[in-house]
């Protein structure tokens, strides 16, 4: 089993950038895939993003893709999210996620670990 702690949200402007960390304990990072979720007020959970355990490659939701940037540091035992140029509609809550498939998967169905969320902010 594994717990998952997620830092770095926040208030910022519009245009500005932040980068989430999901620290994990029990088990290293690097036997899991890890995902990203967000939920905005009154709408569902959405995939962000998710990087495979096998060989750290990314998958993106089509929308974000070049303004956020998921990473792994196996050493320290964390997952990262880079999001830059943040825009109003990107405010939610930010979860990460651990799964035991071998490959990225934006199917939150598939995750059996999540952490408690950190609120992102993007003001106008």
């Known amino acids: 089993q594994v717990q998952l702690v997620e830092s770095g949200g926040g208030l910022v402007q519009v245009g500005g950038s932040l980068r989430l960390s999901c620290a994990t304990s029990?088990?290293?990072?690097?036997?899991?895939?890890m995902g990203w979720f967000r939920q905005a007020p009154g709408k569902e959970r959405d995939f962000v993003a998710s990087?495979?355990?096998?060989?750290?490659?990314?998958y993106y939701a089509a929308s974000l893709k070049g303004r956020f940037t998921v990473s792994r540091d196996n050493a320290k035992n964390t997952v990262y999210l880079q999001m830059n140029s943040l825009k109003p509609e990107d405010t939610a809550v930010y979860y990460c996620?651990?799964?035991?498939?071998?490959?990225?998967?934006?199917?939150?169905?598939?995750?059996?670990?999540w952490g408690q969320g950190t609120q992102v902010t993007v003001s106008s």
């Open positions: 996620a651990a799964s035991g498939t071998y490959y990225y998967d934006r199917r939150s169905t598939v995750y059996d670990y």
């Open positions: 990087i495979s355990r096998i060989d750290s490659s990314t």
């Open positions: 029990g088990r290293t990072v690097s036997t899991y895939t």
